[in-house]
């Protein structure tokens, strides 16, 4: 870690040396006395280190200061598929691998986004922007470099929406039932049963469907008291969708996004004994 202060104390916590480290992260604190000493390292971040060790007359030590990870950022920029030009504004949220919204910022006047503060692990960025369709990518922090550059999101001009609704063996809507839109690797959508962009109604499942494998979550929404639900600006291809309730099977549905068309996808979720 290059620029981080460095301070030598005695065992009296009196200062007898103090410099900063180069480009490699090494330093040197030279005419040391004999004795116990202590390096202490404290960098911008919060982070401090000290470690402790005995000098002898003529005799260099060395004394490697491992830093905590400290607080880890993300960045990247949105832009324009086939122009590149930047996103102003583009809704930017950052999801970990519990699905759980991290925190939310806009994209600059350069379409670039940054989140600070992060813990390491695995996580999602999600975009949409008006006129454009939502995309999203993983991206996984690490505690060096401290900050991780996720690249640029391309967002495309033509996006589409899906709707229809969900309803229960006897033709009654599910209120509050989750409609969930997942980006996947072809081998994971494959598996989901295709759908056209006209209203379909669910065949009979015998066993209750997983949640898209290695795939991000690209929109959400719950239904409404009528059983109906719309996800908009879409990017255009098959996606899996994945529709659940408490107590009922879970549907897993691959309709095709139509730039510029809604896909109208009725789903019939039976009951969790039926056969």
Do not use: W
């Not at 999801?95 to 813990?119: E, K, M, Q, W």
């Not at 209203?199 to 209750?208: G, M, Q, W």
Request: proline share 10%; no cysteine.
């Amino acid at each position: 870690m290059p620029g981080a202060p460095v301070t030598a104390t005695d065992a009296n916590s009196v200062v007898i040396g103090s410099g900063v480290s180069d480009e490699q992260g090494s330093y040197i604190l030279p005419d040391l006395s004999e004795g116990e000493t202590t390096v202490t390292v404290i960098v911008p971040t919060n982070r401090a280190r000290s470690e402790t060790t005995m000098l002898e007359p003529n005799h260099p030590d060395t004394i490697q200061v491992r830093l905590p990870a400290g607080p880890l950022s993300v960045v990247g920029a949105i832009v324009e598929g086939g122009t590149g030009a930047p996103v102003p504004g583009a809704i930017v949220t950052l999801i970990d691998a519990s699905n759980v919204p991290v925190a939310t910022v806009v994209a600059d006047g350069a379409g670039v986004f940054r989140f600070d503060g992060l813990a390491p692990g695995s996580y999602t960025i999600a975009v949409s922007a008006p006129l454009y369709g939502s995309v999203s990518k993983p991206v996984a922090v690490s505690a060096e470099p401290p900050v991780t550059d996720a690249g640029k999101l391309v967002v495309t001009a033509g996006f589409g929406a899906l709707a229809g609704s969900i309803r229960d063996e006897s033709g009654r809507p599910i209120a509050k039932a989750l409609a969930e839109l997942f980006t996947a690797p072809a081998a994971a959508a494959g598996k989901a049963r295709p759908s056209a962009a006209v209203a379909a109604r669910a065949p009979r499942t015998a066993t209750a469907l997983a949640r898209p494998p290695q795939s991000s979550i690209l929109r959400s929404v719950i239904s409404d008291e009528f059983g109906r639900y719309s996800l908009t600006n879409l990017p255009p291809g098959a996606l899996p969708a994945y529709f659940s309730f408490p107590g009922k099977r879970s549907e897993l549905r691959a309709p095709v996004i139509v730039d510029g068309r809604t896909t109208v996808l009725d789903i019939v979720l039976l009951d969790e004994e039926e056969e």
